[in-house]
Each structure stands twice: as C-alpha cells, then as structure tokens.
C-alpha cells in the first residue's frame, strides 16, 4: 500500500499494490496493522456501509458531534465520485479548509477521512457504489451537515451551472460558522 500525504495533517490518500493479469487483478484492500502504521496510531472500525448513487448525486458535508464523531476509510467500487473531507478540528491550523480526491473503482484509492472532518462526494459517473468503514457507529441526533456550496468553503465540485441532486437533510446544511460555533459550544 502506497500512503499519499494530503496537505492538511491526517488526511491520507491509499493506493494499494494491484496485481492483474488476463484473467483479472487481485489487490489487498485493508490490513489493520499497515493502516495504523500509516496513520501512526491504532484504529479500530465499528461499522460498515455501502451506498449507491446516481450520477450527480451529492452526499454532505457530514459529520457527527462528540462523543460520536467518525473516522472514514471510504473507496469506491463502481464508478467514480469527488470526495471532499472539510478540517473541522477547533485545534487544527487548517480549520475550515478542504482538501478534494477522485475515487474510482478505476484507481483503486481509498480516503482516509479522520475523526474531526466533514466529508461529501459527488457521483462523477452514470452511478456509483461506495463503501466506507467507520470509527463510530451513526448517531442521528448527533448528525450534522455543512452546505455544500458555503461560499466560505470555496470547494471547487466540478458541476459548472447544473445543480447536483440532493437529499433534503443536505439542502438544509449549515454553513461553515454556524458549525464551527455549534462545535466551540460542544467543544
């Protein structure tokens, strides 16, 4: 496994080493003990999911408060989205900014998204199946979302003027202030 460091600390963008041939490839898609050695400390994953999405679906920019924020590990394996993880660690110097990756089954990356950060994707491809292992268990009264399109974000999701498809949870995100104050007051 190759680890991309990212230019916000924490955030880690994984290739792993595929071996193919005529009759397909094989590649290994997790290993604990490598992972927390590129993370640098211990992970433990609680729960799985896997969504499938249309093509110009947008998913987030969620997250959960604590006690219940999540760790992702995410990929995707059909398909190919953007996906954007949002710092919203009061501590961190990057607070507030974002950092932006393609995933496809194509590529084979997977995104490390830590405990702290919002997270998003949208499906670039007719569909797309996305998986993602997580450190905490959902917790919808702890759930939260950003606005995709905040202006004080500024991420860049490749939709020019057509307007991605959205849930209504989503359409109602907060923008950047408003989460970060509501994180200071949990905090």
Request: glycine share 8%.
């Amino acid at each position: 496994m190759n680890a991309i460091s990212t230019p916000i600390k924490d955030l880690f963008i994984l290739e792993p080493r595929v071996f193919g041939d005529d009759r397909g490839f094989f590649f290994e898609s997790f290993n604990q003990q490598r992972f927390n050695e590129v993370v640098g400390r211990d992970v433990l994953f609680v729960q799985d999911n896997h969504s499938k999405s249309a093509g110009g679906v947008l998913r987030g920019l969620h997250y959960q408060l604590q006690p219940y924020a999540q760790g992702k590990l995410v990929r995707v394996v059909q398909g190919s989205v953007l996906d954007v993880a949002v710092d919203l660690r009061l501590d961190s110097p990057s607070l507030g900014q974002h950092f932006c990756v393609e995933l496809s089954a194509e590529n084979k990356r997977q995104f490390w998204i830590p405990p702290g950060f919002a997270h998003g994707f949208l499906t670039l491809s007719e569909s797309a199946e996305f998986l993602y292992k997580t450190t905490n268990y959902y917790a919808p009264s702890h759930e939260r979302c950003i606005a995709w399109n905040d202006p004080a974000l500024g991420i860049d999701w490749q939709v020019g003027a057509l307007q991605p498809a959205l849930s209504g949870k989503d359409q109602a995100g907060l923008t950047l202030e408003a989460a970060i104050k509501e994180l200071k007051e949990h905090a």
